[in-house]
């Protein structure tokens, strides 16, 4: 994309990536900057770079909240109603994704969120758990959409499906969220046609794969933000998940050993085994 930069976090601190290379930042939390964009290339423009990125690659967040959105994709309401028959609850959802309010939940703490690499987990009391490959807004305290990066918002089916009240266990607990690799930081909004897929590896072999583009999504970026905003305050900023619109088929589960690569066209690709 044109008039964009990639914003890393790594053991040595902040790096903004440009044409020229690497630049390092100065100490401390840039994702509070309401025009994000403008510093970084401010910074860019006025500091040396490096060939190489440097240490090793982190979660790209600090103390930040990560807020999730769910039924925005038709295909996560079919699924959220398929796993819920048993329960009776399956309309819950068909009301959820026809709503002027969307779903809106918390996900993670800043401290609690997976890097490149390490790994995700399973709950130990659930049998059938999935990735959710999601793109993920880095938003500002004032709101604005400052940039995008991917997340990985595992999913306990088997404990939502046995009551939509069960959400929080099934969506928040240890391991429960993977960002990165990188912030892909830009002036424009990401164009209707960016794919977001996902490939999850058994022993080596693709055992699932699929793809959707941000067209299949039934609510616009900014509105969820807005609905997020409408009664809760975020000082430093915050992530937001935007939902799935892939989804693998109820015969399938995560496994221990599993790998997880999720990619977003311009963003990167967001790799985590599953411990």
């Known amino acids: 994309m044109s008039d964009s930069l990639k914003l890393w976090k790594t053991e040595d601190g902040w790096v903004v990536e440009s044409e020229r290379g690497f630049h390092r930042l100065p100490s401390g939390d840039p ?23 440097g240490g090793g690659v982190l979660a790209p967040i600090e103390n930040q909240e990560v807020w999730a ?25 068909d009301r959820v994704y026809h709503a002027e309010r969307p779903e809106l939940f918390y996900k993670a703490s800043g401290r609690s969120v997976v890097a490149p690499g ?7 009391d659930s049998k059938w758990n999935i990735p959710e490959p999601e793109l ?48 892909l930081v830009t002036s424009e909004a990401l164009p209707k046609t960016t794919s977001i897929g996902v490939e999850i590896l ?11 583009t941000l067209a299949g999504m039934k609510r616009e970026p900014p ?13 430093e900023g915050c992530f937001l998940l935007t939902g799935t619109g892939v989804v693998p088929p109820d015969e399938f589960t995560l496994r221990s050993g599993d790998v997880i690569r999720i990619a977003v066209d311009n963003v990167g690709v967001l790799e985590n085994p599953v411990g």
């Open 202 to 212: 058994r022993s080596g072999e693709p055992v699932f794969q699929g793809a959707t």
């Open 31 to 53: 994702l509070g900057r309401e025009n994000l964009y403008g510093y970084l290339k401010a910074m860019a423009a006025s500091s040396p770079a490096s060939p190489s990125l």
């Open 136 to 183: 993920t807004l880095v938003v500002s305290p004032a709101g604005r959409i400052n940039g995008y990066t991917i997340g990985n918002d595992m999913s306990s089916r088997d404990i939502e499906g046995a009551n939509p009240l069960y959400l929080p266990q099934a969506k928040v607990y240890d391991g429960s969220c993977a960002l990165g690799p990188a912030i």
């Open 118 to 124: 390490a790994p995700v987990r399973i709950r130990s």
């Open 69 to 93: 959105a769910g039924v925005t994709y038709f295909r996560s309401r079919t699924a959220r109603m398929e796993e819920s028959k048993s329960a009776g609850g399956g309309d819950f959802y």
């Open 223 to 235: 509105e969820l933000v807005g609905w997020l905003f409408r009664e809760r305050s975020f000082p």
